[in-house]
C-alpha cells in the first residue's frame, strides 16, 4: 500500500455544487417515479395520450429526412437551429406576431429553452417574479442559475397587474416569467384585458417578460389567445417559448424561443455552450412534419379527446370535493387544480392515494413562497373517462379518511 493509497470503506462522494446541494430528488423526478407505479392511475404528470400519437406521418418524416436529407441530418447542425424548422415555427407565431425565421431559436424542449433564457439572463442573486402558483420546472432552471423566485399573486385570470406592479417596485426583478393560456399547474388563462394590464406594467417598468406557451394551441372551445408578445411594444422585450412536446410528441424534445434585437445573438451562444445543438435529424423530421402533415387538425383530434377527459374529470370530482374546496374548470390544456381548503394537506395525504391505486401531484412545489399545502394538480390528458371517473371516486374516498 503506498502512502496515497486509503482504506476503501468509505465511498469517495462527489463534492457537489451549492446550487445543487439538497435536490438528489426533484419533484419533477418523483413525478415520473409515481406515474410509473403498477396499479396506480397517476393524473401527476403532464404526460401525452400515447395512443394519440400521430404516429404514421411522423415515421413519414423520419423516412424523408433519413432518405432526402440523410447525411445532412446525421451532421452537426447550427446553434441557431436548422433553417427549414425556424422557417416552419416563424410561420406558425405570425398567425398572431410578425416574425422571420431568423428571430427563431430553437431548443431541446422548452424546459431547455427556460435553461437557456436562465443562462443568458440571470446572474446570481437576482429576483424573478413568478404566478404564485407556478410550473416548478421553471422555477427549478432559474434557482440553479442563483435566482431568488417570488410569487405574485394571481386571481382566476392569472396574475393580478396591481400586484405585479407592486412586487416590481418592491424587488426590483430581472425578468417576469408567466404562463399566459392554459396555465401549468391551474389550467386558468389570461382574458385580453388581463394581458393588455400586464403588458402596460411590463412597459412602464421595463421589465422584460418570458412568456411560455407549450398548452395554447390545446384549446377545447375552438378560441385561442394571442400571446402577450403580440401586444404593441412587447415583441422586442418578450421571449416567447414554444414547445412540440404537447401538440405533437415530448420525445422529439423540440421547441423554440422567438426573440427580436441583440439578445438573439446571446442566445445563440447559450444555447451553444449547452449542447451546441438540437438534434438535426429530430428538428428536420419535425419541419417536414409541420411542412407536410397537418398539425392543426391533429391538436383538435387531440383537443377534443381531452376535452372530453377534461368533462368527465370535472364531472368526477365536483361531489368528492370538500365543501369551500375550489377546483377550477380549464378551458385547454391538461390539468386541473384543487384548493381542498384550510386544513388539509395534500402531500400527507398522497401515500394514503397512492395505496388506494390514485396519484396526483402535491401543489405545495409549484409555490415559490407560501405554499398552499391543501392543494393539487391533475392531469386530466392521460387516461379514458371510464378509468378516471374510478381513480376520482377512490381518491374521494381517501379525501374522506382526511378529515380537516
Ligand atoms: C409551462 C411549461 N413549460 C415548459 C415545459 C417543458 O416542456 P418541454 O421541455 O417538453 O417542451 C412544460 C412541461 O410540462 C411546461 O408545463
Known sequence: MSGMDRPSSTPFRFPVAARYAGMESSPLKDIFALAAKEGVTSFAGGIPDRELFDLGPVQ???????????HRALQYGVSEGEAELREQAARRI???????????????????????????????????????????????????????????????????PEALEEAIRTHHPRMVYLIPTFQNPTGRTMGVLRRRQVAEVLQRSDV?????DP????????STWAPIASLPGMGERTLLLNSMSKLMSPGVRIGWIRAEGPILDTLAVAKAAISMQSSVVDQLTVARYLET?????HVRTVAEVYRERRDAM???????????????????????????????DAQTMLADAVEAGV????????????????????????????????????LGEVIARHPR
Open 215 to 222: 398548452y395554447g394551441e390545446l384549446s377545447f372551445t375552438g
Open 94 to 160: 405570425s398567425r398572431t406576431l410578425p416574425t422571420d425565421a431568423s428571430q427563431i431559436r430553437v431548443t431541446s424542449g422548452s424546459q431547455e429553452g427556460l435553461f437557456v433564457v436562465a443562462e443568458a439572463l440571470l446572474e446570481p442573486g437576482d429576483v424573478v417574479l413568478v404566478e404564485s402558483p407556478t410550473y416548478l420546472a421553471a422555477v427549478q432552471a432559474f434557482a440553479v442559475h442563483g435566482a431568488r423566485m417570488v410569487g405574485v399573486d394571481t386571481d382566476e385570470e392569472g396574475v393580478i
Open 60 to 70: 413519414e418524416a423520419y423516412d424523408w429526412v433519413l432518405t432526402h436529407r440523410g
Open 359 to 394: 396519484a396526483y401531484l402535491p401543489g405545495w412545489s409549484f409555490f415559490a413562497e407560501h405554499a398552499d399545502r391543501s392543494t393539487m394538480r391533475l392531469s386530466f390528458v392521460t387516461h379514458s373517462p371510464a378509468v378516471i371517473e374510478e381513480a376520482i371516486a377512490s
Open 314 to 344: 370535472a364531472r368526477a370530482i365536483a361531489p368528492i370535493l370538500p365543501e369551500g374546496a375550489h377546483v377550477t374548470h380549464p378551458d385547454g390544456g391538461m390539468f386541473l387544480w384543487a384548493a381542498l381548503g384550510e386544513g388539509y
Open 208 to 212: 422584460p417578460l418570458i412568456e411560455d
Open 293 to 297: 402533415a397537418d398539425l392543426d387538425a
